[in-house]
């Protein structure tokens, strides 16, 4: 079973900065995209940031500009870098990750949610 253990989250002042790692441990022969979501209190789940193994990135617009998601190919590690950060940031954030375990069969792995609170 591969699994995604997240870290780096917390609290932080508004404008500043974190940044979320996670990594990817298991059988896993192939990793296609990895991705960042985030969960506030009443509000669906939504796409942050993700990034294909050809590290071609994408984002929402909210976020466009202030994070960057980067990938350690060799490390199976995704991380989100967050600066300029505001209020409306401030949820649970989880790592997905979608590729091919060591027995070919394909997985869509999340990380256990990490909070990060913005505020003065």
């Known amino acids: 079973q591969v699994q995604l253990v997240e870290s780096g989250g917390g609290l932080v002042q508004p404008g500043g900065s974190l940044r979320l790692s996670c990594a990817a441990s298991?059988?896993?022969?192939?990793?296609?995209?990895m991705g960042w979501y985030r969960q506030a209190p009443g509000k669906q789940r939504e796409l942050i940031a993700h990034?294909?193994?050809?590290?071609?990135?994408d984002y929402a617009d909210l976020v466009k500009g202030r994070f960057t998601i980067s990938r350690d190919n060799d490390k199976n590690t995704v991380d989100l870098q967050m600066n300029s950060l505001k209020p409306e940031d401030t949820a649970v954030y989880y790592c997905?990750?979608?590729?091919?375990?060591?027995?070919?069969?394909?997985?869509?792995?999340w990380g256990q949610g990490i909070l990060v609170t913005v505020s003065s």
């Open positions: 298991g059988s896993i022969l192939s990793i296609n995209v």
């Open positions: 990034i294909t193994s050809g590290s071609s990135a």
């Open positions: 997905n990750v979608v590729g091919i375990t060591g027995w070919h069969n394909n997985f869509n792995a």
